[in-house]
Every structure is written in structure tokens, then in C-alpha cells.
T-cell receptor, first 116, second 115 residues
Framework: AQTVTQSQPEMSVQEAETVTLSCTYD???????LFWYKQPPSRQMILVIR??????QNATENRFSVNFQKAAKSFSLKISDSQLGDAAMYFC?????????????FGSGTKLNVKP | GAGVSQSPSNKVTEKGKDVELRCDPI?????LYWYRQSLGQGLEFLIY????????KSGLPSDRFSAERTGGSVSTLTIQRTQQEDSAVYLC?????????????FGSGTQLSVL
């Protein structure tokens, strides 16, 4: 089975600074998707960014970007110009590509604090 | 509806009681998923519905857990004879057809506390 590991239970960043959240995963598959989800106190999971494993180019969404290292099975999230609204739990997730439904494997999460 | 709706938002129950958790997906979404989020852990897949059928229920932790979906819309997750280890946030999500390129929409979950 696939496993996703987030080794940083909690991190803090100063407003306007940059922070990187780490994620590693274990899989024998060659085709898959990776995601970062944000969970604010409302508990509703919000998709931040998504990466297809077959794409070498790192995904970017405004202030959010990833560093995808397929050989190392590493998928980190970089948040630039951090804002107070970025404070939340962040979950890294994996999904097999060949399957036609969204069975995700999630990491244990990283709590991000943003200091004003 | 405008989003995925779950009820109740919070549920406190006594050990041994049965509970029902409800999920109302986005209108027209045929794919529906239940996940469980235990304290300090990530989300754990429970079950997937496509329409009213459940092609994958491999994540249900025991036979005390069951789920159904009627009319291709509302789903109910039932936990019988609740145990303290069942305490968690139960999240529901839906997507349009369950395809790999589709965005998953999550509800705000039900916080279940078993005393």
C-alpha cells in the first residue's frame, strides 16, 4: 500500500516570508497524482495544488508551488509571501492514476502558524 | 446544493449506542466518498459510492460500520455499538463522476465523540 509521510507536525512562518512544507511518499507505481490540501478550522478540505507524476515541470498556483522529485519520492510545498489566511493544517495526498475514483492516501498533516 | 453538506456538525454519544451521519453531496455528483480523520492523523478512506452502489468499501474498519446511498444523492454512514476509538471527524466528499481529473469537494465533516 502507498504511504505518505509528513515529518513536520507543526511549523511557523512570519507574515510575508516563505515557508516550505515537506512530504515524502512510498509507492511502486509509476503513474500517480500528488496533492496538497489545506484544512482551516472550518474542517473543509480545500485543494491547494496538484501534480501529475508524468509531468516533470513543477506545478504552480499563484503563491503556492511544489518541488516534485520523483526519484526521491519527495513532494514539498512552498508558500511565498505568507498571509495570515494561510494558517491551517496542510495535508499531502497521493492517488493512483489508473484507478477511476478518488481514493486518496493522506499524510498526517502539518499545522502552519503565520505570525503577524 | 451549493456545496457538500454534512449533519450533524457535532455528535456526542455514549459507548455502545448507534449513530447515523448524513452527507448531502453537490447536486448532480454521482461519486461520493467517506473519509475518517482521527486526532493527529491524516484522512483515512472508508468507502466510495458511484451512484447507489459501493464499488469499494475496503476502508470500513469493522462490520459495525455500514453506509448506504439512496437516489444517487444522500448518503448515510452508520456506526453500530460505538466504541471510543470511533471518535474522529468523518468527512464526506463528492465529485462529478469519479474521474481521475475531477476536483473533489469536501464537506465540513461531523465531529463524533464517543464517551
Amino acid at each position: 500500500a502507498q504511504t505518505v509521510t509528513q515529518s513536520q507536525p507543526e511549523m511557523s512562518v512570519q507574515e510575508a516570508e516563505t515557508v516550505t512544507l515537506s512530504c515524502t511518499y512510498d509507492t511502486s507505481e509509476s503513474d500517480y497524482y500528488l496533492f496538497w490540501y489545506k484544512q482551516p478550522p472550518s474542517r473543509q478540505m480545500i485543494l491547494v495544488i496538484r501534480q501529475e507524476a508524468y509531468k516533470q515541470q513543477n506545478a504552480t498556483e499563484n503563491r503556492f508551488s511544489v518541488n516534485f522529485q520523483k526519484a526521491a519520492k519527495s513532494f514539498s510545498l512552498k508558500i511565498s509571501d505568507s498571509q495570515l489566511g494561510d494558517a491551517a493544517m496542510y495535508f499531502c495526498a497521493y492517488r493512483s492514476a489508473p484507478y477511476n475514483f478518488n481514493k486518496f492516501y493522506f499524510g498526517s498533516g502539518t499545522k502552519l502558524n503565520v505570525k503577524p | 446544493g451549493a456545496g457538500v453538506s454534512q449533519s450533524p456538525s457535532n455528535k456526542v454519544t455514549e459507548k455502545g449506542k448507534d449513530v447515523e451521519l448524513r452527507c448531502d453531496p453537490i447536486s448532480g455528483h454521482t461519486a461520493l466518498y467517506w473519509y475518517r480523520q482521527s486526532l493527529g492523523q491524516g484522512l483515512e478512506f472508508l468507502i466510495y459510492f458511484q451512484g447507489n452502489s459501493a464499488p469499494d468499501k475496503s476502508g470500513l474498519p469493522s462490520d459495525r460500520f455500514s453506509a448506504e446511498r439512496t437516489g444517487g444523492s444522500v448518503s448515510t454512514l452508520t456506526i453500530q455499538r460505538t466504541q471510543q476509538e470511533d471518535s474522529a471527524v468523518y468527512l464526506c466528499a463528492s465529485s462529478q463522476r469519479g474521474g481521475t481529473n475531477e476536483k473533489l469537494f469536501f464537506g465540513s465533516g461531523t465531529q463524533l465523540s464517543v464517551l
